[in-house]
């Protein structure tokens, strides 16, 4: 559509979130709030997207830039906030002359989707101007939409400066608009700022579109699709919607998730079908889970890829990881960054991993950390053991060779290595490497004394007795 440009307004504080941290960089759904107004944009494939910047400009622009790269994006510069018609006016001279159609959205309305506004832009044609309206049982602070006798838009009026009789309208302005460009840059220069909020409202032009021969054109729209976010309990309300679609488009592509509404999936997490995931899981970042794997209750995976087959049981929490096929994970496990869980690999209750690598079919089943080790194939780590990795200035790496077996709560000081095929007694403490096909004993000798235990009783009674003498 290479008359279409879309404008979308981005350069307000977001006063109402009370936050250091401009709204539009605010996240939903994995996503910053901003970019998805102005990914909508760009599923209309317009000669443009003007996005108008202002409070965080540099880092909403570099978000836009990062998210976008190849996107035909320009940024306006709002310098000071004053108001929806002075941002609109800030973007005009990055829109192409070529444009016959100027579709005006705010960066603040995250749900708004192609669909819809492709109808808008159908029933634009031949009007100054084509907006949307929807009819609410709260119309909040949003805009009142004003119609005359014979049902035509004639005004928007701002909740701010409305007369208590205009408050009770129950038609509000969503904020999306469609312009002839021709009247919108004469327009714009029309506006004053005598109103409550001593703003250039973009509203205003509303009135002067009505005015003209081709005049106002509206299109109902139900408004939970243009809900703007304004503080943070909007924002949760957004994202409930936004993270809803996002769990419908996956159990429709063949995913099966128990008590849906517990369950987060990022907006760029991608799924596999016939991947199950239990309650309470949440899946962030980029995790990708490939087909037939199974994500137990309360599993929580940032940036993390998991193959085939694999098993998550409860509770498995997992960061910049992967997880091979068929590997068994949990119940709570701890993957730190950089976890490589090989093929068929083991790592069970109460085990922490981090910058570790589990070669194929490796184990350690039960309460270690093996943190910054390389765990060789079929090696099996008993239980209560731990990689010593950290000495108090540097982290050192431990090397398990294949096949290797540890002995239940042996600490390995790293660095060492010990070979493939050794045995690490129960209780060691290794200090030094072990050769390949070794046996390692590093812990106290046992001493054993027959008969001892009954004149340890009677020696220990009497100490017992005199003491309470
Ligand atoms: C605006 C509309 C209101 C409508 C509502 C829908 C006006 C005057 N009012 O009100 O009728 O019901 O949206 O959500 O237009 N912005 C700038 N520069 C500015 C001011 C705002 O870029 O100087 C941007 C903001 O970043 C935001 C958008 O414009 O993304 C809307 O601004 P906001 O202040 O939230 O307007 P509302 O009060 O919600
Ligand atoms: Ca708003």
């Known amino acids: 559509m290479n008359d279409l440009t879309v404008v979308v307004l981005a350069a307000g504080k977001g006063t109402r979130m009370k936050s250091a941290t401009p709204k539009l960089l605010f996240d939903a759904a994995g996503r910053p709030l901003g970019t998805w107004p102005v990914g909508v944009a760009l599923a209309l494939h317009p000669a443009r997207v003007v996005v108008v910047v202002g409070h965080g400009r540099d880092d909403l622009q570099q978000v836009l830039r990062t998210r976008f790269p190849h996107a035909p994006l320009a940024f306006a510069p709002q310098k000071e906030q004053l108001g929806t018609g002075h941002a609109l006016r800030c973007a005009l001279p ?205 599993c929580v995976l940032r940036d993390v890829a998991v193959a085939r087959n694999a098993v998550l049981r409860p509770f498995v929490v997992a960061t910049e990881s992967s997880i091979g096929p068929g590997a068994q994970v949990g119940p709570f496990a701890h993957l730190r960054p950089k976890s490589t869980i090989g093929r068929e690999a083991h790592v069970g209750n109460f085990v922490e991993t981090k910058n570790t690598v589990m070669h194929p079919g490796a184990k350690a089943n039960h309460l270690a950390y093996v943190g910054d080790g390389d765990i060789g194939r079929r090696t099996n780590v008993g239980a209560g053991t731990i990689f010593c990795n950290y000495d108090g200035f540097g982290k050192w790496r431990t090397v398990l060779g294949e096949d290797v077996f540890v002995g239940s709560d042996s600490q390995l000081v790293a660095p060492v290595t010990v070979g493939d095929g050794a045995y690490v007694a129960s209780g060691s403490t290794i200090v030094e490497d072990v050769p390949p096909g070794a046996l390692a004993v590093a812990r106290g000798r046992q001493v054993v004394k027959p008969g001892y235990a009954k004149r340890l009783r009677a020696r220990l009674a009497a100490r017992k007795s005199r003491q309470h003498n």
């Open 94 to 298: 990055l829109v192409p002359r070529s444009t016959r159609r100027l579709l005006v959205l705010c960066g603040d309305a995250p749900l708004v989707t192609p669909a819809p506004l492709r109808r808008l832009l159908a029933r634009a044609r031949g009007r100054t101007l084509a907006m949307f309206t929807s009819a609410v049982t709260d119309p909040a602070m949003y805009g009142r939409v004003l119609r005359d006798e014979r049902g035509r838009v004639t005004r928007i009026v701002e909740h701010r400066d409305a007369t208590p009789e205009l408050r009770l309208v129950r038609e509000v302005n969503p904020g999306v608009y469609v312009f002839d460009p021709a009247f919108l840059r004469n327009a714009l220069r029309r506006l004053g700022r005598g109103n409550v909020q001593g703003e250039f409202y973009l509203t205003d032009v509303v009135e002067l579109a009505a005015r003209t021969a081709n005049g106002v054109a509206d299109l109902p729209v139900p408004f939970d699709d243009l809900r703007g976010v304004n503080n943070r309990a909007e924002l949760a309300e957004a994202e409930a919607t936004l993270l809803e679609r996002i769990r419908r488009d996956w159990m429709v592509a063949g995913v099966t998730i128990r008590a849906p509404q517990t369950v987060r999936i990022e907006a760029d997490v991608r799924l596999a079908p016939d991947v199950e995931l239990g309650p309470g899981v949440q899946l962030l970042g980029r995790t990708t889970v490939a087909r037939g794997t199974t994500i137990g209750a309360g």
